[in-house]
C-alpha cells in the first residue's frame, strides 16, 4: 500500500523559507510523477511543482524562482524548499504520486495523497 507522508510546514513570517518533506514507501514504480499541490481556502487544489522518474521538474509560474522542487538519491523523499515565502502562500500543501511518468497539472490524475502539511506566511 502506497503511503505519502509530508513534514516540514509550520507559520513563518513574509520572505522566509520553508522545506516541506514528502516520505513515500510502499511502492515499487520503475516509473513514476510526484507532485506537490496546495489548496487555500476557498481555492481549488492547484499544482505548483512536479518532477518525475526521468527526473524532469515543472514548476508553476507562481513558485518559479522560489521554490525547488527534489528528490532524496534513494527517490524515496521528495522535498519543496521554499524560499522567499510570501502570505499568498499560505495554504494546505499535500504531496501526491502516480504510477506513470506523466505529470498532470490535474488532481484528478493522482491517486495516491498525503495528509497534508499547513504552510502559514504572516506579513
Known amino acids: 500500500q502506497v503511503r505519502l507522508v509530508e513534514s516540514g510546514g509550520g507559520s513563518v513570517q513574509a520572505g522566509g523559507s520553508l522545506r516541506l518533506s514528502c516520505a513515500a514507501s510502499?511502492?515499487?514504480?520503475?516509473?513514476?510523477?510526484m507532485a506537490w499541490f496546495r489548496q487555500a481556502p476557498g481555492k481549488e487544489r492547484a499544482r505548483i511543482a512536479a518532477?518525475?522518474?526521468?527526473?524532469?521538474?515543472i514548476s508553476a509560474d507562481s513558485v518559479k524562482g522560489r521554490f525547488t522542487i527534489s528528490l532524496d538519491n534513494a527517490k524515496t523523499t521528495m522535498y519543496l524548499q521554499m524560499n522567499s515565502l510570501t502570505p499568498e502562500d499560505t495554504a494546505m500543501y499535500y504531496c501526491?504520486?502516480?504510477?506513470?511518468?506523466?505529470?498532470?497539472?490535474?488532481?484528478?490524475?493522482?491517486?495516491?495523497w498525503g495528509q497534508g502539511t499547513q504552510v502559514t506566511v504572516s506579513s
Open positions: 518532477i518525475n522518474s526521468d527526473l524532469t521538474t
Open positions: 501526491a504520486a502516480r504510477s506513470e511518468s506523466t505529470c498532470y497539472r490535474t488532481a484528478n490524475f493522482y491517486p495516491y
Open positions: 510502499g511502492y515499487t514504480f520503475n516509473t513514476y510523477c
